[in-house]
């Protein structure tokens, strides 16, 4: 994603309009950018109230009890935290969201890899028409594409049929009302559901590799996994570590399919942390806002350390890629 | 290997390629040629027929049904509305900002790109007890408005830098030229600068339809006790709670939901495709 490194800022103050004035004091720059600060207004505004705002009080709510946005809530400590470390369907939900990054991640990345491999061959014919009909999925809206499967799912739906008859099982089932099998069914929906994005941004890296470096290679008389191995991975890894980073931080966005494909059930077997939050916060008849706000703390704790990651992995990633 | 390259017939290899990619495709877009299918069906006939796609007689039924009676055709308006505001609003937003971020030196410019990347990722489940509490504050919480300002008025990073990426690569003498002739920092913007980064606004609007046509979390809380708001998505939602086994009304809701997104991604394919990859690629 975009990042405004340094050199590229110092590049922009020569190329834009006023020239360098480390002269003048803060008092009179204040005063003569105005209008930038006008500018900006609106973000400023809006990033405060709705990002950063949020992000601030979640930790001042998830300190009360607080059973609903008509009355005002009390303060009760760390009382919230030590009661989802002792909740057991807190840490299902965290181990189902784990679970579903841990298969659906690598599931998402590595297929649209061999997918966009083979749609980046010169030999491949419509190419295009295929990119567009894994693309599709992508547009459609997650609630919507989970109620659909729903149907689909169902044990007398077409998936189930399909699969009884090509004696991949043996009697109708529905994945997605069966508590062995309601994640992985929400995964496999996932999965389907935004391959294309990746596919696109392998199809984009498979761009940066030089055409001349193919040629090399079959001049060597390399065969096509040899090259794939010795020539092609190689210049993929920091492309790879970042499609990873983007599609973990998006297997934190599940809420709209998981919910409305399985409602986190049957018997929690599907819910996940952010179905847990709302479950908590809205679906309850007495609304534990405050105990919610706790989930989300702890549930953001987690994802920093991911971002965190993410920011270390770009950081090497972009050395590994040179100046682009 | 030349030889085999001037060959006209495909190698076995290409054969089999397109089989096991048509076999792929086919499952990927089954699902919509499934629901077209259910929403001209009767609902014992959905589940009935076994594999067969085709419907005895069309019941295009179902589409009336949905739209007037379960209430799509409101849900569809307000989709609509929350769609156009928050796209006209992160579109001004961040290319004023973008502009600003992309051209100019100012104090707080590195903090200010410094909190943008920390927040770049914050998945929605996270804030959105606070989002809440503070569109409840702001009497806002059953409102158009409400919702708008809910997608639109935070987060969006990435279309304030794709537009400080943009304007950051123009001629400085863009500027110049204009200003000799007497023009304000406004009037730069607006008639120059802004036209001239129509690529970029064609992207930030094609990702932020996206996203305010296909969000659900957001929209289903604020309208938790206010129906006459609901989007498609919340509405669907509510359509299976109420009517559990109207099943061709809810493909046909489904089609009537989808539709809109599905039809511009055709008409455009191309711009979709490059402004996810080149939004990527920065």
Redesign the interface.
């Known amino acids: ?4 490194t340094p050199e ?2 110092h590049r ?2 020569t ?4 020239p ?1 004035r480390r002269g003048l004091s ?1 008092a009179r ?2 005063r003569k ?1 105005w ?3 006008l ?2 207004l ?6 405060g ?7 601030l ?2 930790w001042w ?1 998830a300190l009360l009890d607080w059973p609903g ?1 008509a009355t005002a809530g009390t303060f009760v400590g760390l009382e919230n935290f030590e009661r989802l470390i002792g909740d057991e369907l807190f840490w299902n939900a965290f181990w189902n969201s784990l679970v579903f990054l841990v298969i659906a991640v690598p599931a998402r990345v590595g297929l649209a890899l061999l ?1 966009a491999l ?1 749609l980046n ?1 010169k ?4 190419k295009g028409f ?8 992508v ?7 989970g ?6 799912l ?1 044990a ?3 998936i189930s ?2 699969l009884v ?1 090509s004696g991949l099982i043996d009697s109708p089932a529905n994945f997605a009302a069966e508590a062995g099998t309601s994640l992985f069914a929400g995964i496999a929906v996932w999965v ?1 559901k935004w ?3 990746t596919l ?2 392998w ?2 890296a498979l761009q940066t590799v030089p055409q001349s470096v193919h040629e090399a290679a ?1 001049i060597d008389g390399a065969g096509a996994w040899a090259e794939f191995r010795h020539v092609t991975m190689p210049l993929l890894v920091p492309f790879l570590v ?1 499609i990873t980073l ?1 599609d973990t ?1 998006a297997a ?2 599940v ?2 399919l998981l ?2 494909l399985t409602g986190g059930g049957p018997s929690f077997s599907s819910e996940v ?2 179905i847990f ?2 479950r908590t ?2 679906q309850a008849t007495v609304p534990q ?1 405050g105990y ?2 706790a989930a ?1 703390v702890l ?2 704790l987690i ?1 920093t350390v991911f ?1 965190l990651a ?2 270390l992995g770009m950081r090497w990633a972009r050395s590994r890629m040179g100046t682009s | 290997m030349t030889a085999r390259l001037l060959t006209r017939r495909p190698s076995t290899r290409q054969v089999v390629t397109v089989v096991v990619l048509a076999v792929l495709g086919g499952m990927w877009v089954y699902p919509f040629v499934w629901l077209v299918s259910a929403s001209l069906k009767t609902s014992p006939e959905i589940f009935g027929r076994g594999l067969n796609l085709l419907p005895e007689t069309p019941v295009w039924e179902n589409y009336v049904r949905a739209w007037t009676e379960v209430g799509f055709s409101s849900y569809f308006i307000n989709t609509l509305i929350i769609t156009a505001g928050t796209v006209l609003l992160v579109v001004v937003r961040s290319a004023l900002a973008g502009y600003v971020l992309g051209r100019y030196d100012f104090i707080g410019k590195k903090f200010l790109i410094g909190l943008f990347l920390v927040t770049f990722f914050l998945p929605e489940g996270y804030t959105i007890i606070s989002i809440t509490q503070l569109t409840d504050q702001l009497r806002l919480l059953n409102t158009h408005a409400g919702v708008i300002l809910g997608l639109g008025a935070g987060g969006q990073i990435a279309s304030t830098l794709l537009y400080a990426g943009y304007f950051r690569r123009l001629p400085k003498e863009l500027e110049e030229t204009a200003r000799l002739d007497g023009a304000g920092h406004f009037t730069v913007f607006f008639r120059v600068m802004l036209p001239l980064a129509w690529p970029i606004t064609a992207t930030v609007v094609i990702l932020t339809y996206l996203y305010a046509w296909n969000v659900y979390l957001l929209p289903l809380v604020f309208t938790l006790s206010e129906p006459d708001l609901r989007t498609l998505a919340v509405g669907m939602t509510v359509f299976v709670g109420e009517r559990s086994t109207d099943w061709s009304g809810m493909a046909a809701a489904a089609v009537i939901s989808l539709l809109p997104v599905i039809a511009v991604f055709v008409a455009l394919q191309r711009k979709f495709v490059d402004s996810i990859a080149g939004a990527v690629k920065q």
């Open positions: 994603m975009t990042t405004t590229r800022d922009s103050t190329q834009a309009p006023p360098p803060w720059r204040l950018d209008w930038i600060y500018f900006l609106p973000t400023i505004l809006g990033y109230a709705y990002t950063i705002y949020p992000l009080a979640s709510f946005f997918l083979v061959a030999k491949t014919p419509f295929f990119r567009t009909l894994f693309f599709l999925p547009v459609t809206t997650g609630a919507i594409v109620v659909v499967f729903t149907l689909l169902d007398g739906g077409p049929l399909s008859w389907w391959l294309g994005i696109i941004y199809l984009a079959m970042i983007i931080v934190f966005n809420f709209d919910q409305t942390i952010e939050i709302f916060a809205f806002l919610a706000s989300a549930f953001g994802t971002a993410q920011g």
